[in-house]
């Protein structure tokens, strides 16, 4: 009998949760929640799914900010998410430049290796959400469903091509969590 998938989802962060910026994000004031992204969070929770972001950050590893400022930035999330009812399980990040050739880097799936021994869970089938084909790439080689969202890169992503087979593509992540809750707004399947 198949195993079935734990109630987890895993998301990137910037532009899937919140706002991105090719300047990266820096600090605080610059992290912006993406509309309806904290809500959906809060939905998953409150349905019994756990979340957790998985997100590179290089721009630590390029000198631009450093991890108080990282610490603050998630601690703005927390407290956003803690006042609509919902909560992110952990966050794991790459402070890494793709230089240092590290295995924890998108699209290497060292991060969500980590997550899957940290929870002790497979990580076959549970939805991973990003904007990036590194994150859709990273999930599959620790079979994750892809999940692209057409917020932040998504729209570059999705034109550019290329993406996983039965990657599934939502407006964003609140359409997601809306489908993945209810069945609600059909996702288009990626090459359709």
């Keep these: 009998m198949p195993q079935t998938p734990p109630k987890l989802v895993v998301l990137d962060r910037d532009g899937v949760v919140n ?10 004031d610059e992290w912006i929640p993406i509309d309806g992204s904290l809500e959906a969070i809060a939905a998953l929770n409150q349905a019994g799914y756990r979340v957790v972001i998985v997100s590179n950050q290089s ?42 050739g590290c295995d924890c880097r998108k699209p290497k799936p060292g991060m969500l290796e980590q997550l899957a021994e940290r929870f002790g869970v497979e990580l076959k ?40 087979p039965g990657t599934l593509i939502h407006d964003d992540l609140r359409a997601f969590a809306r489908w993945l809750l209810t069945g609600d707004g059909a996702p288009r399947q990626a090459g359709s």
């Design 19 to 28: 706002l991105d910026s090719d300047q990266f994000i820096k600090t605080p």
């Design 59 to 100: 721009g630590i590893g390029r000198g631009l900010f450093e991890m108080s400022a990282l610490n603050a930035m998630h601690e703005k999330m927390h407290k956003a998410l803690a006042n609509l009812g919902g909560r992110v399980d952990a966050v794991f990040f790459c402070p890494h430049t793709a230089a240092d």
């Design 125 to 164: 089938g549970v939805p991973l959400v990003g904007d990036s084909l590194r994150d859709l790439e990273a999930g599959l080689a620790v079979g994750c469903a892809p999940h692209l969202v057409l917020t932040g890169k998504g729209p570059k992503t999705e034109k550019k091509g290329g993406l996983p």
